[in-house]
């Protein structure tokens, strides 16, 4: 599943939408490679974000059904989960929600967290 698509139908599901301003690039470029850094190079953690991906997609189809019980469960379970991933994790994910996933830079931050989504095809 593409990691900005995730991110994007988790955060609609499970956050209120407000108005943010727009991240600099550059900084999320930087800290998505320093949260991949991170995350790979510990195993708990590699598997705390495996089991984010795989809610993430669990979402998504309770979304399509709309069960929003159920949605709303998942998405319980995956804040439980970002507590282990650190607050710089949660970060790149608010900021990912204001990133055009079909810019230029949506299409390079991709490819930056496109090691992560690698790890959990084991």
Same mark, same amino acid.
């Given at each position: 599943?593409?990691? =900005?698509?995730? =991110?994007?139908?988790?955060? &609609?599901?499970?956050?209120? *939408?407000?108005?943010?301003?727009?991240?600099?690039?550059?900084?999320? /470029?930087?800290?998505?490679?320093?949260? &991949?850094?991170?995350? !790979?190079? %510990? @195993?708990?953690?590699?598997?705390?974000?495996?089991?984010? !991906?795989?809610?993430?997609?669990?979402?998504?189809?309770?979304?399509?059904?709309?069960?929003?019980? /159920?949605?709303?469960? *998942?998405?319980?379970?995956?804040?439980?989960?970002? /507590? @282990?991933?650190?607050?710089?994790?949660?970060?790149? &994910?608010?900021?990912?929600?204001?990133? %055009?996933?079909?810019?230029?830079?949506?299409?390079?931050? %991709?490819?930056?967290?496109?090691?992560?989504?690698?790890?959990?095809?084991?």
């Amino acid at each position: 599943m593409n990691w =900005l698509l995730f =991110l994007g139908l988790f955060l &609609v599901s499970s956050t209120p *939408l407000f108005a943010l301003a727009q991240p600099d690039p550059a900084k999320v /470029k930087a800290d998505a490679q320093k949260v &991949v850094s991170v995350i !790979n190079g %510990d @195993k708990a953690k590699t598997q705390a974000f495996c089991e984010i !991906n795989d809610l993430g997609e669990q979402i998504g189809e309770a979304n399509q059904k709309e069960d929003h019980e /159920k949605a709303e469960a *998942l998405s319980q379970q995956v804040t439980e989960l970002e /507590k @282990k991933l650190g607050p710089e994790y949660i970060a790149l &994910v608010n900021d990912l929600n204001n990133v %055009d996933p079909n810019s230029p830079e949506g299409r390079e931050i %991709d490819s930056i967290l496109a090691p992560l989504e690698d790890s959990c095809e084991d």
